[in-house]
């Protein structure tokens, strides 16, 4: 678990580092990506928030590979995490 937790935060920092190269709004993009990467499917991030990009092979890999590590959550975990994104996002709307 440690690997794969190593993997999310390099994944999460590079991914951070493209939204600020573009100029975009880093908490909505990150927002989304977080949303896709719970509950969505690995093509559902490159067609939305990585829609932009060019994820190459390996990358595509890594992420397959977070994905799954994410399926493989508790299910009581996962809702958890769903309600905390959700209430992060319910506090930007707010703002």
């Given at each position: 678990?440690?690997?794969?937790?190593?993997?999310?935060?390099?994944?999460l920092?590079?991914?951070?580092?493209?939204?600020?190269?573009?100029g975009?709004d880093?908490?909505?993009?990150?927002?989304?990506?977080?949303q896709?990467?719970?509950?969505?499917?690995?093509?559902?991030?490159?067609?939305g928030?990585?829609g932009?990009?060019?994820?190459?092979q390996?990358?595509?890999?890594?992420?397959?590979e977070?994905?799954?590590?994410?399926a493989?959550?508790?299910?009581?975990?996962?809702?958890?995490?769903?309600k905390?994104?959700?209430?992060?996002?319910?506090?930007?709307?707010?703002?």
């Amino acid at each position: 678990m440690k690997g794969s937790s190593t993997l999310l935060l390099v994944a999460l920092a590079v991914l951070c580092t493209c939204g600020l190269a573009k100029g975009e709004d880093n908490s909505e993009f990150f927002m989304e990506f977080l949303q896709v990467l719970l509950v969505g499917s690995p093509e559902e991030l490159y067609e939305g928030p990585l829609g932009k990009y060019n994820v190459n092979q390996d990358a595509k890999e890594a992420l397959t590979e977070l994905k799954s590590c994410i399926a493989g959550l508790q299910p009581m975990h996962k809702a958890e995490l769903v309600k905390l994104l959700e209430q992060v996002l319910g506090s930007e709307d707010d703002a």
